[in-house]
């Protein structure tokens, strides 16, 4: 069974940074991709961006070049450094992988940007 737990969330005024972590247990972590996904209240949740196994990233377009995924393998953890936020980037933010089938989230941490 994978357990995935965010980290990260708070408030934070325009234009400054968090970075989340969702770290994993019960994963083959090295062999996963991994996601990061949002939900602002009364939308539908919504990709962020991704990491594959070996390390290759892509972004929504809403998010590049502010955004960041990485992934420490040895921490079995996976970042999102999040740069010149905007309120519209206000919301609960979850990571998720996928594996033998099957797709695992975390309970998702929550990003509050004020104007």
């Known amino acids: 069974q994978v357990q995935l737990v965010e980290s990260g969330g708070g408030l934070v005024q325009a234009g400054g940074s968090l970075r989340l972590s969702c770290t994993a247990s019960?994963?083959?972590?090295?062999?996963?991709?991994f996601g990061w996904h949002r939900q602002a209240p009364g939308k539908q949740r919504e990709w962020v961006a991704g990491?594959?196994?070996?390390?290759?990233?892509n972004y929504a377009d809403s998010v590049k070049g502010r955004f960041t995924i990485s992934r420490d393998n040895a921490k079995n953890t996976v970042y999102l450094q999040m740069n010149s936020l905007k309120p519209e980037d206000t919301a609960v933010y979850f990571c998720?992988?996928?594996?033998?089938?099957?797709?695992?989230w975390g309970q998702g941490t929550q990003v509050t940007v004020s104007s």
């Open positions: 019960g994963s083959t972590f090295s062999n996963n991709a």
């Open positions: 990491i594959t196994r070996g390390g290759s990233t």
């Open positions: 998720n992988t996928h594996q033998y089938g099957s797709t695992y």
